[in-house]
């Protein structure tokens, strides 16, 4: 009643606020009549659909309450239909036990009609054995199994019956099965007939696609017969002996096998007998490999049934078998080379369209699908033992290469030139073709290997320019030792200079080469530089191309600012001379280092003469013999322009600036008025910053009219206003030394 109550007043609140909400306005109160008509329509439909709804809930509880009485009434028929089944069956129990005879009549009759069904193949089993026997040795597979079926079947009746009758008389059943006994034999020489068939069934496919057709009919027969007999034992607990053949898996095991062998059987040489083995062995692999899949894509699915999806079995058992191959290739004691060739296969070759990607295996194989043949833990451990072994190798390689060419040094002959004249020796040929060929083989298993292996030939080519470098230095030393004994000296330095320059140009080939890839993305690998030790190589060559020069000079430059010198001695015509003798050898060095020699020749040449000046070797007398003497050194400074000039046509260099200061000394030896000597010293101080006091005191006490108080000034003005070095400015005077004379003593 409370519920009542709360919902009647809650539908004259809404009522209440509803009509609220329609009589707002005053003007609204002419359609209360309107309102109420609506509201009344709204009322009468409401209650129409209620009523229907309440009278669809009646008629339906009423359906329900009709049925439910009808199924009670089922119920209590089927409980009495019970209870008379269960009357009856407790009085039939005494019927069915004196039924017990005939029920074993009845076994024995089914006993009797098998084996009068199979009296005429009993009696007949001894011949039947023979005729299919003959039947095998002849080939004649189908009519052999035929037979051999109907053997199998009269026996096994036979064996099912007993087992019905008496499951536990073994004797009987001993008996049956030792009077079949040649049945299971011939079962067994079939089998074999037909894996024989199976094991060449390449072959077989090719010349008598019937005769394997047969066998696979064979193989089917059995196996239906192998889920007869299981079903059969599910229902009885009885199977025949022998059963379930299960020769289809037998089969799948034979051709295993089979795929097996013939990859094994592909290694016909061994390292011993051949050092390319293994690249024979894998060529053979990828040859019999491709031929068989293609045999089997294109004449095998014909002959063997859908379901057995031979292309992807006989792939799957190739996989494998090449898997185990290779694996047990792997885990042999390979050579470098040997392990190169491995790779290659497995990481090139099996995908490639040469083998497991040729166009004729699509669309049926896809390479994308097949597992790795070696895990990525094997190739690792592979590509390892590569870079050790190569490294020892690159090792063996260079110390031979330079042994070799440290023989050519002692050659009575001169070296090879190349085609531009340019001296030469085969090390930098035989270095880098070695370089060459193993990035070749590298770059074809991957590029991280391309790259490992280009800096490990960086590394051992630092290492081997460092030895070149030490040996070079070694062969100078022995030289030396006596200089008449090694006469192509001269030549096989050039060619050790042009080497570096060949290696240079080598070293820059094989990056770009191969690192095209990280060049062109922006990001090239960070590689050790050979640029500074072949420089440092190079220049200890020129220098000791420059030591045997000034090694001949040496005479002739002691005789320069003497009293000889200056009564006139052809010193300086006769280093001319040398030089150009020199450098017509010297012509046969390539770029850059031509230029470096000439440059560092003009230089040394310019530092003696001016060394000889300031070494007191001579005191003018007068003004008539600094006169001369100026002259002389000016004519001889033109001279060594005019060789150098020609020396180093072509290379860009400035023959004036060495000379220069040759002619610069010259005229403070020239001077004629003393008071402008200090003027002329100053003159000569800024143009060369790098002179020193005592190159200034050695030059005034040269000209041999400088006082004492003179020299003091000029020096200690000098001292006070010393120039900076300009940077363009080449030192000449800085590693010029003189006599250690003491600055008093100079004066005197």
């Known amino acids: 009643m409370r519920v009542m109550e709360e919902t009647d007043r809650e539908a004259v609140a809404t009522a209440v606020q509803r009509v609220a909400g329609m009589l707002q306005r005053s003007d609204q109160l002419d ?14 439909s409401v209650e129409a659909r209620l009523k229907a709804a309440i009278q669809s809930q009646l008629d339906g509880v009423r359906t329900g309450l009709t049925q439910l009485h009808n199924a009670l ?66 080939g004649e597979l189908l009519r052999a199994h035929c037979k051999l079926m109907d053997l199998e079947c009269s026996r096994d009746d036979l064996m099912y019956e007993q087992y019905r009758m008496d499951s536990k008389n073994t004797h009987d059943m001993s008996l049956i099965r030792l009077y079949f006994g040649e049945v299971q034999k011939l079962s067994e020489d079939l089998a074999k007939q037909l894996w024989m068939v199976v094991e060449r069934s390449l072959v077989t496919i090719r010349r008598d696609p019937t005769l394997l057709v047969s066998v696979l009919r064979i193989i089917e027969r059995e196996e239906k017969f192998d889920r007869r007999m299981l079903d059969r034992k599910k229902q009885t607990g009885f199977i025949p002996p022998g059963r379930p053949k299960n020769w289809k898996e037998k089969m799948f095991e034979v051709l295993k096998q089979t795929v097996t062998n013939r990859i094994e059987g592909t290694q016909a040489d061994t390292r011993e007998s051949d050092k390319m083995w293994l690249v024979r062995h894998l060529e053979i692999i990828r040859k019999y490999v491709l031929d068989d899949l293609m045999v089997v894509k294109n004449l095998g699915v014909q002959c063997f049934p859908p379901h ?116 030469q020796t085969t090390l930098p040929a035989i270095v880098f073709q070695m370089f060459e060929q193993n990035l070749q083989v590298a770059a074809q298993i991957s590029e991280e290997l391309k790259l490992s292996v280009l800096n490990l030939c960086l590394q051992q080519m630092n290492t081997f320019l460092n030895r070149y470098k030490e040996e070079t230095a070694a062969y100078r030393e022995e030289h030396l030792k006596d200089r008449q004994h090694y006469r192509c000296y001269i030549q096989y330095m050039i060619a050790v200079i042009n080497n570096c320059q060949t ?117 003018f007398k007068n003004a008539e013999e600094r006169k001369e003497g100026a002259e002389r050194m000016t004519r001889e400074a033109e001279q060594f322009r005019v060789i150098f000039r020609k020396l180093s046509a072509g290379l860009g260099e400035d023959t004036n600036k060495l000379c220069d200061a040759i002619t610069a000394l010259a005229e403070v030896i020239k001077l004629t008025d003393p008071s402008m000597m200090y003027l002329e010293v ?24 400088a006082s ?38 100079l004066l005197k």
């Open 31 to 44: 359609k209360v009549e309107q309102y109420r008509r609506r509201e009344a329509r709204k009322k009468a």
């Open 73 to 138: 009434n089922d119920v209590k028929d089927i409980q009495q239909s019970l209870g008379n089944v269960s009357k009856d069956w407790r009085q039939s129990i005494n019927t069915i036990e004196n039924l017990k005879d005939v029920k074993d009549a009845v076994v024995q009759h089914s006993q009797l009609a098998a084996a009068v069904e199979n009296l005429k193949n009993i009696f007949s089993v001894p011949e039947i054995v023979r005729e299919t026997h003959e039947l095998i040795e002849q």
């Open 308 to 423: 057995y999806d031979i292309f992807k079995k006989i792939l799957t058992l190739y996989h494998q078998a090449l898997c185990t191959r290779i694996q047990e290739l792997a885990s042999e004691d390979l050579e470098a080379n040997e392990i190169v060739s491995l790779l290659t296969w497995v990481l090139n070759t099996y995908k490639s369209d040469d083998m497991m990607g040729s166009p004729e295996l699509a669309p049926e194989v896809d390479v994308n699908s097949l597992q790795p043949l070696l895990s990525h833990d094997v190739v690792d451990q592979l590509l390892s033992k590569y870079m050790k072994t190569l490294q020892s190798n690159i090792i063996g390689w260079l110390r031979k290469a330079l042994d070799t060419d440290k023989k050519d040094w002692k050659k009575e002959t001169e070296p090879e030139s190349d085609q531009d004249g340019y001296y």
């Open 503 to 619: 290696f240079k140009m080598s070293v820059g080939s094989l990056k770009q080469k191969y690192m095209k890839y990280e060049i062109e993305e922006g990001n090239p690998p960070s590689v050790l530089s050979m640029d500074p030790i072949l420089d440092s190589i190079a220049g200890d060559g020129c220098s000791y191309l420059l030591g045997e020069v000034f090694k001949d000079l040496e005479q002739h430059l002691n005789d320069l600012m003497t009293r000889k010198w200056l009564s006139g001695c052809n010193a300086v015509d006769t280093i001319c001379v040398t030089i150009e003798d020199y450098f017509s050898d010297f012509a046969r060095i390539k770029k850059p280092y031509n230029k470096k020699i000439t440059v560092e020749a003009h230089r040394r040449v310019v530092m003696e003469y001016i060394k000889a000046i300031l070494q007191k070797r001579i005191t």
């Open 682 to 705: 100053s003159t000569l101080v800024n143009k060369y910053p790098d002179i020193r006091e005592e190159h200034i005191s050695a030059l005034l006490a040269m000209r041999g009219d």
């Open 708 to 745: 004492r108080e003179m020299k003091q000034t000029i020096i200690e003005t000098i001292d006070q206003n010393v120039s900076q070095t300009s940077q363009d400015y080449p030192p000449i005077f800085r590693d010029i030394v003189v006599p250690s004379l003491s600055v008093p003593k």
